[in-house]
Structures are given as structure tokens and as C-alpha cells.
């Protein structure tokens, strides 16, 4: 299940994870975002327990500049507070690109 972030402290909270944890860049308004929420869970259990985060990039614009988040839907993968990882929106259309992405971090 997806946890929404609500605030900067919850969002700096998760990616100080010691285990890699992926947190989405979306908003309400996006398109692809519902297109790839249609398959995201499917690739999640291809893999092992991925936690998955859920920020709105219009309500946290520093954030959004900060990690250079150009396009939506964004995948980040953070570990101990970097990002070790990055999907932009325009590789992020299939569930192979999504799986393909992830797997390295996640798989069973």
C-alpha cells in the first residue's frame, strides 16, 4: 500500500531509511501518473517488499527542484538520505521499464 507524504519532516524521516525505500513524484492532474498507478503494484509483487512513498510535486516545489524532478510520475530510490536512483517520467510508461528500474534494489 501506498503512504502518502504530508510534510517535509515525514519525507526526510523516510529517506533516511537504511534499506532503499522508493518515493513517487506525482500530482493530482497527471495523466501518466493514473496510468502508472493502473500497474505499479502489479510490478511490486514481482519483487520483494518495496516501500513505496507518495509525494504531491506542486505542494512540495523544493523538494521537487531540489532532487530534479523534471516530469511526472518521478520514481526515486533514497537510501540512508541520497537519492540512489532515478526514473524519469518518460521511461516510466511500461511496467518492463518500472520492473527493469527497480529490480536491481528489490528483487527476490
Known amino acids: 500500500m501506498t503512504q502518502l507524504i504530508k510534510t517535509v519532516d515525514e519525507f526526510n524521516e523516510m529517506i533516511a ?3 532503499p525505500i522508493v518515493m513517487k513524484f506525482t500530482a493530482d492532474w497527471c ?4 496510468r502508472l498507478d493502473m500497474f505499479i503494484h502489479e ?3 514481482q519483487l520483494s517488499e518495496v516501500p513505496f512513498f507518495e509525494i504531491d510535486k506542486d505542494k512540495f516545489p523544493d523538494l ?4 530534479s524532478v523534471m ?7 533514497f537510501k540512508n538520505n541520497e537519492k ?4 524519469h517520467s518518460a521511461n516510466a ?5 518500472v ?4 529490480s536491481p534494489y528489490f528483487a527476490k
Request: proline share 9%; aromatic share 8%; with cysteine.
Open 17 to 19: 531509511s537504511e534499506t
Open 31 to 34: 495523466p501518466d501518473c493514473k
Open 43 to 45: 510490478v511490486f509483487e
Open 64 to 67: 521537487t527542484e531540489k532532487y
Open 71 to 77: 516530469g511526472i510520475p518521478s520514481l526515486l530510490i
Open 84 to 87: 540512489i536512483a532515478h526514473l
Open 93 to 97: 510508461k511500461t511496467p518492463e521499464e
Open 99 to 102: 520492473t527493469e528500474f527497480l
